[in-house]
C-alpha cells in the first residue's frame, strides 16, 4: 500500500518551516515528487517538483527564491525548505508522486498518481 505523510506545517509569522514527506510502498527513486498547495477556495496549485536523481528542480514563480525542495532518496522522503512566508503561501500543502516514464507535465495535478493528506500552513501577518 502507497502512503505519502506530509509533516511540519504550523502557524507562523513570516519566517520559515519545514515541511517532510515521507514515502512507503513505492519505489521511491523511480518518482517525481511535487508540492501542492490549496488555499480556502482556490483550485490546487504547483509549488515545487524534484525529479527522480535530485537533479532537476523546479518552483512556481511565486515561490521561487523563497522555497528549496529536495530528496533524500536512501529515506523516501522529500522536503520542501520554506523560508520568507508570506500570509499568502497560507494553504493546506500536500506531496505528490508519480512513476518516472512517459514525459508528464509536472506542473499539472491531474498528472500524479499517489497524495499525501496535507499539512496545514498558516501564515499570519
Known amino acids: 500500500q502507497v502512503q505519502l505523510v506530509e509533516s511540519g506545517g504550523g502557524l507562523v509569522t513570516g519566517g520559515s518551516l519545514r515541511l517532510s514527506c515521507i514515502t512507503s510502498?513505492?519505489?521511491?527513486?523511480?518518482?517525481?515528487m511535487g508540492w501542492f498547495r490549496q488555499a480556502p477556495g482556490k483550485e490546487r496549485e504547483f509549488v515545487a517538483g524534484?525529479?527522480?536523481?535530485?537533479?532537476?528542480?523546479y518552483y512556481a514563480d511565486s515561490v521561487k527564491g523563497r522555497f528549496t525542495i529536495f530528496r533524500d532518496n536512501v529515506r523516501s522522503t522529500v522536503i520542501l525548505q520554506m523560508n520568507s512566508l508570506k500570509p499568502e503561501d497560507t494553504a493546506v500543502y500536500y506531496c505528490?508522486?508519480?512513476?518516472?516514464?512517459?514525459?508528464?507535465?509536472?506542473?499539472?495535478?491531474?498528472?500524479?498518481?499517489?497524495w499525501g493528506q496535507g499539512t496545514q500552513v498558516t501564515v499570519s501577518s
Open positions: 510502498g513505492l519505489t521511491f527513486s523511480d518518482q517525481v
Open positions: 505528490a508522486a508519480k512513476r518516472v516514464g512517459v514525459p508528464f507535465d509536472r506542473q499539472s495535478s491531474y498528472e500524479y498518481d499517489y
Open positions: 524534484i525529479g527522480w536523481s535530485g537533479a532537476s528542480v
